[in-house]
């Protein structure tokens, strides 16, 4: 409690405890799973499946192709989220909940770090047979 000037008291607001009652927001958790899982796709994109796919001469076909790449994960991203905005609302406990998202949280990572290797992989083997 803390005593304001005309001697009436008044609660201190405390926002760890609103953190507290409000518990984990997993919708959040995996927002920001998805974010930075999509940075880092992107980014191994760039780095590591372009330089498989670039051409001799200045050719925009492997940019494009780097486009489509970065869209192919961007609807399971999606997907995962709005599973999760509606995943606080069940009637599931914390426990049931958390291996869920520790489950998808894997496979989101799994698509993320193995789609690019998958590709470049493609990509390679396409340019033997050629």
């Given amino acids: ?16 405890q609103d953190v507290q009652n409000i518990g984990v927001r997993w919708d959040k958790k ?13 980014m191994l994109q760039i780095f590591f499946v372009l330089r498989f796919i ?6 925009i076909a492997p940019y494009f192709a780097l486009v489509l790449l970065v869209a ?4 399971f991203c999606r997907n995962f989220e709005r599973r999760w905005a509606t ?3 069940s009637s599931l406990s914390q426990q049931s909940i958390a291996a869920r998202f520790r489950s998808d949280q ?22 033997t047979l050629i």
């Fill in 54 to 59: 670039e051409a001799k001469g200045m050719s």
């Fill in 106 to 127: 894997v496979f989101l990572w799994a698509l993320a770090l193995g789609l690019p290797l998958l590709f470049a992989g493609l990509i390679k083997a396409a340019g």
């Fill in 87 to 89: 995943m606080g609302n």
């Fill in 30 to 42: 995996m927002s920001n799973n998805c974010a930075a899982a999509l940075l880092v796709y992107t």
């Fill in 72 to 75: 192919v994960i961007i609807p």
């Fill in 1 to 16: 409690m803390v005593a304001t000037a005309s001697g009436k008291s008044v609660t201190k607001h405390d926002a760890r």
